[in-house]
């Protein structure tokens, strides 16, 4: 588990955790240390142990509450743009076969075919390890943001704004529901690539397939 960090990622690190799929999970950590959860061990990038799937969570560090105001995050490593690549390939040397890379995108975005593709050189470069499936999901990124100066809030507004325009079909949804339909995905991964907009991440949990 990487990316461990903000209200997402303590969620999907505890859904992992209770979720009884995995006999052990490690969470990418600065140094390894032990926390005293049950199954839970920390390790640095340099020194992963073998695993089997790999869960990313991508947060921008530019974002207010993209760590927990009490610190309980502060143990792990926050995965963004500039080292998922880096974090993706360790996986893969530590023996990951597969991975899900959860990949937030602002409300505009969201609307048309484009969010359904890969999204940028570092998806791409991600899509071509040797891995036998990568499921990328495309939640809406939260708008919003602490008062900053004008031109933040400007642009805070106008987030704002494009989340009360979205069409129905795209759900914003509580972290705690995101791990759910995480985790839903990782169990009906299947090989080769999937993208997962955020009109169709809800319907993960209805899908047994």
């Excluded at 610190?71 to 993706?88: E, I, K, S, T, Y």
Aim: charged content about 20%; glycine content about 8%; hydrophobic content about 50%.
């Amino acid at each position: 588990m990487a990316g461990a960090v903000g209200r997402l990622g303590e969620a999907l690190l505890n859904r992992v955790l209770a979720s009884g799929d995995y006999a052990s999970v490690v969470a990418l950590a600065d140094a390894p240390m032990a926390l005293g959860v049950r199954q839970l061990s920390l390790a640095p990038i340099g020194a992963l142990p073998r695993i089997d799937d790999a869960f990313v969570a991508l947060s921008d560090p530019a974002e207010a509450d993209a760590r927990s105001f009490y610190g309980r995050d502060a143990p792990f490593v926050q995965v963004h743009r500039g080292n998922c690549l880096q974090v993706a390939q360790r996986a893969v040397d530590a023996g990951a076969s597969r991975l899900l890379l959860v990949s937030p995108l602002p409300a505009w975005q969201q609307v048309g075919p484009f969010h359904r593709g890969l999204g940028d050189e570092t998806e791409l470069a991600i899509s071509q390890l040797p891995l036998a499936s990568v499921v990328i999901l495309r939640p809406v990124r939260d708008a919003k943001r602490p008062g900053g100066n004008l031109l933040q809030k400007v642009a805070a507004a106008y987030l704002s704004l494009q989340l009360l325009m979205m069409p129905r079909s795209i759900e914003l949804m509580t972290s705690e529901k995101l791990a759910r339909c995480a985790l839903a995905a990782m169990r009906r991964a299947r090989a080769g690539i999937e993208v997962v907009g955020a009109d169709r991440i809800g319907a993960l949990l209805e899908d047994p397939t």
